[in-house]
């Protein structure tokens, strides 16, 4: 666990991640290469680039920023967080909450589980393939301050790349009732990043119902 992750240093600058020397440099860029490789495989596209490789650059970027010095184990779980996403479809499984429910929870199994492979393949030891299947499970959720960090680039991606979406297929009350979720899981800070986003008339009129209660 990182310590200097912990929510009171969301924000900050910091030239750590300048610096961030990974145990084997060669080890950590041939497991990114994996990762990036097997999602640059989604059919599914998103301007012009595989949907699920773009997100995890995304997700990548918010750890970042949150957490200038975030792990090794953090990185490579924001860049496999999704891994592999589109091999499971919603459609396989039954159109009710509970099958929703049922799918998500696959999922987080489906893509530790993918992650571990590849880790191994590249050589991380069981030590550091435990650590990020833990943070990809979000086991220890909230009390870790790495797993915060990474619950916090989840909701903001969300926020900034996938509200629009929803609000235009998705029934007022449960877009509301999907932000209150995000909002009342992010830290204070991450809630201080997602106000300084850019939405649209639409979107910042459902935030700001959610968060009139």
């Not at 041939?30 to 997100?55: M, V």
């Not at 629009?164 to 995000?182: G, P, R, V």
Request: glycine share 4%; aromatic share 8%; proline share 6%.
């Amino acid at each position: 666990m990182n310590p200097s992750c912990a929510p009171a240093r969301f924000g900050k600058t910091s030239r750590v991640s300048e610096t961030f020397q990974p145990r084997d440099p060669e080890t950590f860029e041939a497991a990114l290469r994996r990762f990036d490789e097997e999602n640059a495989r989604d059919p599914n596209r998103e301007n012009g680039q595989p949907r699920e490789l773009l997100y995890a650059q995304r997700l990548n970027g918010w750890v970042l920023r949150l957490c200038p010095a975030a792990s090794e184990e953090l990185r490579l779980a924001a860049r496999c967080q999704h891994i592999c996403r589109w091999k499971i479809p919603r459609g396989s499984y039954p159109m009710t909450r509970a099958g929703y429910m049922k799918w998500r929870a696959d999922l987080k199994i489906f893509h530790a589980q993918k992650a571990g492979e590849f880790l191994h393949e590249t050589g991380y030891d069981e030590s550091a393939i435990r650590r990020v299947q833990e943070l990809n499970l979000k086991k220890h959720f909230p009390d870790d301050p790495e797993g915060r960090v990474l619950e916090d680039a989840l909701c903001l991606v969300f926020l900034q790349f996938q509200l629009a979406d929803l609000a235009a297929k998705t029934a007022e009350d449960k877009t509301i009732n999907a932000l209150q979720k995000s909002w009342q899981k992010m830290t204070d800070a991450a809630r201080a990043e997602a106000l300084k986003l850019e939405f649209g008339p639409r979107e910042k009129a459902l935030l700001q119902r959610a968060l009139n209660g």
